[in-house]
């Protein structure tokens, strides 16, 4: 049987109430099918990782969730925490930007990768540590036997990045969600990572949700593409339309923004100004206190909706620009 991907329909996130709620995650939709990757992307704050968090209810405690997130054709919203722990590291893996705040400092790298593979699957402890060892093998640890009993501390950075890998992979789930895995790592560590992940969905047909600030990277990867802005998506596409045709004025800068070749990343032209206050959203257009555009009378006022602007292209604009 295909396994399930992952669908996030109409999420809605609000951190605290009334006036000085966060509106962090608005009315994002999107999906992802078996086998396939979805890259998610956006500057910092935008509600790229909120919006997976909130699909695996992970949210604070002060946080509001409406929508739905179907995992085949379940719904983890409607679901306990009971439940959601059965699944979480079991059907839905997650690997962070950061290692050490999600590994144990306390614990052995044994411990850390057999609880789930005990837990989830049944494995006795020596079954357990077995698989353990060929997962750190198969995400290219040296010497696993000796890694094993390690603690995080005793890892460099990389290595400890594809420990969490291991572990994410470790109950095969059906859809890997992987947050910023490589923005710490050296360019060489970043591609190993990227390739484990590529060999293992193309052998057991797991869909991936990858996350990043860096267009590129996720360009490179993932067969489509959501652009996150303020909680909203702004611009929706397969990954080829998103760079050859970019509509929406946020991706379009973000692409000029896009480090080149001989151009080191300081050097490039962000877009200027800051992300918007998810305290105090603009009355209008999302984009509308940076974007270079803004031509026409509605942008200061209404929001504009997700529209389809071409093959399986949605923009959220009402100044589609290269069409
Ligand atoms: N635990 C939290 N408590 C309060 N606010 C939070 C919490 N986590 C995130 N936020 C806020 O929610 C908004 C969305 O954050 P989110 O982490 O989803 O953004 P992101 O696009 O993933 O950014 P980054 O790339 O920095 O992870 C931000 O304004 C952030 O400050």
Known sequence: MKAPGLAVRDLTVV????????????????????????????????????????????????????????????????????????????????????????????????????????EHLGATRRAARSRARELLDSVGIPDPDRRLDAYPHQLSGGMRQRVMIAIALSCSPDVL??????????????????????????????????????????????????????????????????????VHPYTRGLLGARPVLGKRRDQLTAIPGTPPDPRALPPGCVFFDRCPVKEDPRCETEVPELLE???????????????
């Open 309 to 323: 602007v071409g093959t399986r292209h949605y923009a959220r604009t009402f100044c589609p620009e290269g069409r």
């Open 15 to 118: 951190l605290g109430r009334g006036r000085h709620a966060a509106h962090v995650v608005r009315g994002v939709s999107w999906s992802v099918e078996a086998g396939r990757t979805l890259g998610v992307v956006g500057e910092s704050g935008s509600g790229k990782s909120m919006t997976v968090l909130a699909a695996a209810g992970l949210v604070p405690p002060s946080a509001t969730v409406t929508g739905s997130a179907l995992l085949g054709g379940e719904d983890l919203l409607k679901l306990s925490e009971r439940e959601l722990r059965g699944i979480r590291g079991r059907r839905l893996g997650f690997v962070f930007q950061e290692p050490m705040t999600s590994l144990n400092p306390l614990l052995t790298v044994e411990r850390q990768m057999t609880e789930g593979i005990e």
């Open 177 to 246: 969600i992987a947050d910023e895995p490589t923005t710490a790592l050296d360019v060489t560590t970043q591609a190993q990572i990227l390739d484990i992940v590529r060999e293992r969905q193309e052998r057991t047909g797991m869909a991936v949700v990858w996350i990043s600030h860096d267009l590129a990277v996720v360009g490179g990867l993932a067969d489509d593409v959501v652009v996150m802005y303020g909680g909203h998506v702004v611009e929706q596409a397969p990954a080829g339309t998103l760079h050859g045709a970019p």
